[in-house]
């Protein structure tokens, strides 16, 4: 698409005139490239929020099923985020990637939080992807070893060093001419609903058991020929697939990984980035499996909306680096941690968790029996207010309805509910509300599907 294009579909959309003129004069100024219309038709252009609500330039109110990406837990312009922060712009904003009080008391609260049993450090940095690239250099450095292993559909960043880790929808053509990122290697993210044998197939945890067998076997990129496997640094993955369409694997995933990197010496790196911090109704999506993971990687919706990442991980992995092994000029910003420690308070408060869990069971029955209603709904991955729900022309052969995913997306937006989509057939909704939601505005959610979803079965005629 280019400029001229994007203007027409502005142009033509249904929202009103202030917003159409801001729309274009975002056009006008930033690059094409930016984001907006990739995930959207066109994007509405919110001027304020409030808890699960955001605003758009003509005063319109969308019910927020997108949290900022997973960033607005605690709900938009939270007022306690809010008043902390004020209160901690009064002494410290900024010092530089160095120690101050709301810093270290946030790394003492990560590691407390880990779960991970054994003595942890933090790193701080301020996006996911710095996240991602610092627990990658860390494993890379201690093990001296190149490789990553990584799953297909796992989203993990698109810098430089993280691209090469992402295999999200062709976003490597825009590295031309430098490959992003080597030395990665790819596994089958194994989902609930498709299998290998189905028309329109998904790998299952039999493809993940296949794969194992190929990376110990003699054709194998990751040895010498005659030893074990001995060239992989680490194994990287979400423990629940987001940007993918909030997919959830089944528990073993995580315990096979964990049993292959135990076995040939690898770091086992979790990715929270999207699917951490209370959004699976427990604090870290990979506690649901019932292993341990030598790095966590959290960013998100840790700073409370500011920007701020960091990994936790056990400290004999960073022993190999000396003082200035790493720096970002805003990393471990004060303004960020201050907000940070309130978010993790908050979130990992057992009766907070209590509510998230509880709120999703209402969720997910509710669409459960949108699901028994409309026959477009082929299935739906939910775990605390973590929920994907995958849109179906058939029932039976499972064949993906992308188009019709696109046009309850669009409609959603016109009837005030904003979610993102996604999926590797592009059809599956994601919806992320903030987890301090109530039930009220969960029920409005449902209510909007309900009619989306009818109108979208009449017109496509999946009846
Ligand atoms: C799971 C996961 N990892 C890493 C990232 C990269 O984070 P950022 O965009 O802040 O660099 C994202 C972003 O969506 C993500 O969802």
Not at 41 to 54: M, W
Not at 336 to 345: I, T
Not at 372 to 400: A, Q, S
């Amino acid at each position: 698409m280019n400029k001229k294009e994007a203007k027409e579909k502005i142009k033509k959309s249904h929202f009103g005139n202030e917003s159409k003129k801001a729309l274009t004069a975002w056009i006008e100024q930033e690059s094409i490239g930016s984001v907006g219309m990739g995930l959207f038709d066109v994007p509405p252009i919110i001027e304020r929020a409030e808890g699960p609500y955001l605003y758009d330039c003509d005063g319109n109110g969308y019910l927020d099923f997108l949290s900022g990406f997973s960033v607005s837990s605690l709900g938009n312009n939270n007022e306690n985020i809010r008043r902390i922060l004020v209160e901690q712009s009064k002494k410290l904003t900024h010092y530089f990637d160095f120690p101050h009080p709301e810093r270290i008391k946030l790394a003492k609260n990560l590691n407390n939080k880990s779960g991970i049993n054994e003595k942890t450090n933090v790193v701080f940095g301020v996006t996911g992807s710095d996240a991602i690239e610092l627990a990658i250099r860390a494993a890379r450095h201690y093990t001296g070893k190149p490789y990553i292993l990584t799953a297909f559909g796992d989203y993990h960043g698109v810098t430089y060093g993280t691209a090469g880790l992402t295999t999200k929808g062709g976003s490597h053509q825009y590295f031309h001419p430098i490959r992003p990122n080597n030395d990665v290697g790819y596994f089958p993210f194994p989902h609930q609903y498709r299998k290998p044998n189905d028309k329109y197939p998904g790998y299952d945890i039999n493809s993940l058991k296949i794969f194992q067998q190929m990376l110990e076997g003699k054709e194998t990129p990751y040895t010498d020929g005659f030893h074990n496997i001995n060239n992989v640094a680490a194994i990287l993955v979400e423990p629940f697939q987001s940007s993918a369409g909030y997919y959830i694997p089944p528990k073993e995933y995580l315990q096979i990984l964990r049993k292959i990197a135990d076995r040939h010496g690898m770091i086992l790196i979790v990715d929270e980035i999207q699917n951490g911090l209370g959004r699976s109704g427990k604090l870290w999506a990979y506690q649901h499996s019932g292993i341990v993971p030598d790095i966590i990687c959290t960013s998100k919706a840790l700073g409370g909306g500011l920007p701020l990442s960091a990994i936790i991980g056990k400290e004999k992995i960073f022993s190999t680096w000396s003082p200035g092994a790493y720096v970002s000029t805003q990393a471990g910003n004060a303004l960020a941690c201050s907000a940070g420690n309130y978010v993790l308070d908050t979130i990992s408060n057992q009766s907070f968790l209590d509510q998230v869990n509880q709120k999703g069971r209402y969720f997910f029955k509710s669409i459960k029996k949108l699901k028994k209603k409309y026959k477009l709904i082929g299935y739906v991955d939910n775990c605390g207010l973590y929920t994907g729900v995958e849109i179906v022309r058939n029932n039976k052969t499972k064949e993906p309805a992308g188009i019709e995913s696109n046009y309850i997306r669009d409609l959603c937006v016109k009837e005030g509910l904003l979610f993102e989509k996604g999926g590797y057939y592009h059809n599956r909704l994601q919806l992320i509300p903030p987890l301090n939601i109530d039930l009220n505005d969960l029920k409005k959610c449902i209510d909007i599907l309900d009619m989306v979803f009818e109108k979208t079965s009449k017109k496509f005629k999946i009846e």
